[in-house]
């Protein structure tokens, strides 16, 4: 094997991180339990749990997340059960607060979560990603490992240099779609989270949700949504980006 080579099968080895993909499952197979996997339904809550608003309007049930049926979790939802994932009506210009105008509820157990009723406005309601003929249609969710996802050019260490970089990227690179884990599939560069990088919580990336046509959830071509949560003392904080060509 050249010194090439060998490099890059070292770089390769250090950058491999394993995902959960994120599949739309057949429908006739989908589960009763409320605790399950979908999109575009939301079914539980903690008790005294109120169904979000954002503006003054029910904000839309996009997903929910059950971890424990994910053959892999990633290191920063490793003390997460179950992911809730709610839209605002208004496009978001900008990077906003968890709660305005996108929410992640995120519990560290299955066990006290209760079934909710979903307000018919909530359930029947166009969010900002919605497609032109109507709401999100919910749809059951199933996980697949995908053991070796890789970095996008713009996500490599400074210290790669250029030709390697390129040898890197000509057959590597993230995995597009939903997914746990992995890498972000970039569009337009790095997911930075804030201005510059400097988000106070100095979030991780841990999940994106990308267009699925079948449930009318669009992003302009083939946009993404990703997902990070704050490091240290900053854990709880949840952060927000989104991305088309």
Not at 127 to 154: F, T, V
Not at 172 to 177: F, I, K, N, Y
Request: glycine letters at 10%; one cysteine or more; aromatic letters at 10%.
């Amino acid at each position: 094997m050249s010194r090439g080579s060998r490099k890059l099968e070292e770089l390769k080895a250090r950058l491999t991180r394993p995902a959960s993909l994120i599949e739309l499952a057949d429908r006739r197979t989908a589960s009763s339990d409320p605790l399950a996997s979908w999109f575009g339904r939301i079914s539980v809550a903690l008790p005294g749990e109120e169904w979000p608003e954002s503006g003054g309007e029910l904000m839309v049930p996009v997903a929910q997340l059950n971890l424990s049926e994910a053959p892999y979790v990633p290191p920063a939802l490793g003390d997460v059960a179950l992911v809730s994932v709610y839209f605002g009506r208004d496009e978001l210009s900008g990077s906003t607060q968890n709660g305005d105008g996108w929410l992640v509820r995120a519990y560290s157990s299955l066990e006290g979560l209760r079934a909710i009723e979903v307000p018919p406005e909530a359930a029947g309601g166009v969010c900002w990603l919605s497609g032109a003929d109507g709401p999100i249609k919910p749809s059951p969710l199933r996980y697949r490992l995908l053991q070796n996802d890789y970095p996008d050019y713009e996500d490599l260490p400074p210290d790669v240099d250029e030709d390697l970089a390129e040898r890197f990227t000509e057959d590597l690179s993230a995995s597009p779609g939903s997914k746990l884990g992995g890498w972000p599939s970039l569009i337009q560069g790095e997911v930075s989270w804030a201005p510059w990088r400097e988000h106070p919580a100095n979030p991780e990336y841990a999940f994106q949700l990308g267009a699925m046509a079948k449930t009318n959830f669009w992003l302009a071509d083939d946009g993404m949504c990703y997902f990070g949560r704050g490091t240290g003392a900053a854990r709880d904080v949840w952060t927000f980006e989104w991305q088309i060509a």
